[in-house]
């Protein structure tokens, strides 16, 4: 089985910046699929446009369009592009900026399709430093993946709780659906009282209900936000936005810059 090298993925590479134990790189996957392989490093592959799937002993992932999705360095794995043209980002880790960072990698195991939208923004942040490459996108960037990995020390330890069975449920909801959600209506889909539903959403989420849904369309906007051939509009409407203002207003909330600069910026 092959093993891939810091640095090395399979197709053309676009962009790369190594500084202080970690490794940005974007690349257009040219071929078809893969061979068997895994990783020196443990990394993140967000995809920036296409659809992967994503293959390992246990389980096939779709990754289309906008999926995060983590690799332990442990993982064999091999992925087929399921489109006539897919790029990704890939933020990749030294085992040991782990330990002098006191995280502890032992914790994530396999592979895992990232569905926190938090983490998300902290991505977005992140790829915008890389694109920029101002002064300060170094410490910024030292900053982001520490946000990012403390993130998903979160999704690991809320995923060996016990939650209650609904939340896969609710997961599903808040994730698939562009209908509006209130608490009411959540509580009568799921047959839970809206005091308990209240009180386990933040526990279990790491958000409240409100930033989680406005967090999840940013998390839907960003691929779309990428692509130049959609307009700002056509952006807001896909993402569940009501108008461009709204979408605009609450992009520039989380991420301290506008819609346009963000697009005109990477």
């Known amino acids: 089985m092959e093993i891939s090298k810091k640095g090395h993925y399979y197709g053309e590479e676009k962009k790369v910046f190594e500084h202080g134990g970690f490794l940005l790189s974007e690349y257009d996957y040219l071929d078809k699929g893969t061979p068997w392989h895994y990783h020196e490093n443990p990394y993140f592959m967000f995809v920036l446009s296409g659809n992967m799937l994503d293959v390992n002993k ?118 698939q659906s562009d209908v509006p959600r209130t608490l009411t209506t959540l509580s009568d889909e799921l047959g839970i009282h809206p005091v308990h539903l209240s009180r386990s959403i933040p526990k279990y989420l790491s958000l409240n209900l409100g930033d989680f849904l406005r967090q999840q369309k940013l998390k839907k906007a960003l691929p779309y936000l990428l692509d130049k051939t959609y307009t700002l509009t056509e952006v807001a409407y896909i993402s569940g936005f009501a108008d461009q203002s709204h979408f605009t207003k609450t992009f520039k909330k989380y991420f301290q810059m506008t819609p346009k600069k963000y697009r005109s910026s990477v």
């Open 58 to 175: 246990k389980k096939r992932t779709n990754c289309p369009q906008g999926s995060l999705l983590f690799h332990n360095w442990q993982d064999p794995h091999l992925n087929t592009r399921e489109s006539p043209h897919a790029r990704g980002f890939h933020i990749e880790l030294d085992r040991n900026w782990y330990v002098n960072n006191q995280l502890d990698i032992s914790l994530w195991e396999g592979s895992s399709l990232v569905q926190n939208p938090r983490l998300y923004q902290t991505l977005a942040k992140l790829y915008y430093e890389f694109k920029v490459q101002d002064p300060y996108s170094n410490l910024a960037m030292e900053l982001l993946l520490l946000q990012l990995c403390e993130g998903m020390d979160h999704e690991y330890a809320a995923k060996s709780s016990i939650e209650p069975g609904w939340m896969d449920n609710l997961r599903e909801i808040l994730n």
